[in-house]
């Protein structure tokens, strides 16, 4: 199985902050990374997909890129309803695996 | 509107089975794979199984196969996952998810929408 790494696991941050959240897969995976923001007690919700596309609906101060093993979740300008854990996937292989998330919150 | 809805869940004892379903609404199941996703409490999200949108292909978590099984009926625009032999670490909230394409070995493919989850309680 591919494992997906993610760091931080948690960070702080202030509204208005740029933030940068890291993903690295323990194999190539090319462009086949999504990611997902999760707010408590919700659902995953769909970011991004093929590691830099902006799923329709998803703000603009979110963005993605990376390919091979490394990719990055940059978000331009911290929001207040953007305080959430977000996860990367990879869908290269099967199993398809998240990362272990990574935490934002109130500084 | 898309939407996925689960039910099912519900606190019931080690060794014991239980049957999830999704109930899908605004969109054609049977046009897309499908996934179950679960997450223990305060922990975070892993892949369980998929099917594929005619059922043919099904693949499992190791931590599951042999014990839980994916299927539809496309008909009722339904998904199920059938768990058998439960233990405590199957405690979790367990989401379906449809994926981008009918095939779930397609790499350029998404989860997306995801249901609200059902809560399963493993406990004596």
């Known amino acids: 199985d591919i494992q997906m790494t993610q760091s931080p696991s948690s960070l702080s941050a202030s509204v208005g902050d740029r933030v940068t959240i890291t993903c690295r897969a323990s194999q190539s995976i090319s462009i086949y990374l999504n990611w997902y923001q999760q707010k408590p007690g919700k659902a995953p919700k769909l970011l991004i997909y093929?590691?830099?596309s902006l799923q329709t609906g998803v703000p603009s101060r979110f963005s993605g890129s990376g390919s091979g093993t490394d990719f990055t979740l940059t978000i331009s300008s911290l929001q207040p309803e953007d305080f959430a854990t977000y996860y990367c996937q990879q869908r290269y292989s099967t199993p398809p695996t998240f990362g272990q998330g990574t935490k934002v919150e109130i500084k | 509107q898309v939407q996925l809805v689960e039910s099912g869940g519900g606190v019931v004892q080690p060794g014991r089975s239980l049957r999830l379903s999704c109930a899908a609404s605004?969109?054609?199941?049977?046009?897309?794979?499908m996934h179950w996703v679960r997450q223990a409490p305060g922990k975070g999200l892993e892949w369980m199984a998929v099917?594929?949108?005619?059922?043919?292909?099904?693949y499992y978590a190791d931590s599951v196969k042999g014990r839980f099984t994916i299927s539809r009926d496309n008909s009722k625009n339904t998904l199920y996952l059938q768990m058998n032999s439960l233990r405590a670490e199957d405690t979790a909230v367990y989401y379906c998810?449809?994926?981008?394409?009918?095939?779930?070995?397609?790499?350029?493919?998404?989860?997306?929408?995801w249901g609200q989850g059902t809560l399963v309680t493993v406990s004596s």
């Open positions: 998810a449809r994926d981008r394409f009918r095939s779930p070995s397609n790499p350029s493919g998404w989860f997306d929408p």
């Open positions: 605004g969109f054609t199941l049977s046009s897309y794979a």
């Open positions: 099917i594929s949108y005619d059922g043919s292909d099904k």
């Open positions: 093929g590691a830099s």
